[in-house]
C-alpha cells in the first residue's frame, strides 16, 4: 500500500487551504474547486474531513466532473495526463487545481 492511499485527505486538506490563503484567495474557493471536482457538497464534505477519509475513499465516494480530462499539464515536475495511477492521477487533478487557484487563475477557466 503506498503512502498516498494511507493518507486520509482531512491531513492535506489544511495544506490547501493555506496554499491558497496565502495567496489571497478563499476557503469558500476552495471549496467551489473541490465541489467541482468531486460533486461533493458542504455536508459531504465535512464528513469527509470529519471522518478522516483516506483518499482511496474519498474519490471513490466522488463522481467526478465530466470535463476532468480537461485538467492538463505540469504539478510536481510530471504531466497530470501522463500519470498511469487512477488514484495518483485523481489526487494530481485536486492539486492542480489548488494550485491554479492559488496563482490566481480565474475561476471560470478553473472550472473548465
Known sequence: ?????????????P???TKVEKKGR???ELHQVI???TGFDDA???RHL?????FPAF???AQLHPNVELITGVICGVRVEEIQDPLMRKVRYLDKL??????GKAMEKILR
Open 1 to 13: 500500500m503506498s503512502r498516498i492511499e494511507k493518507m486520509a485527505f482531512a491531513d492535506v486538506y
Open 15 to 17: 495544506h490547501y487551504v
Open 26 to 28: 478563499t476557503t469558500a
Open 35 to 37: 465541489q467541482w471536482l
Open 44 to 46: 459531504d464534505l465535512d
Open 50 to 54: 470529519t471522518e478522516k477519509t483516506t
Open 59 to 61: 474519490f471513490d465516494d
Open 98 to 103: 489548488v494550485d491554479e487557484l492559488a496563482r
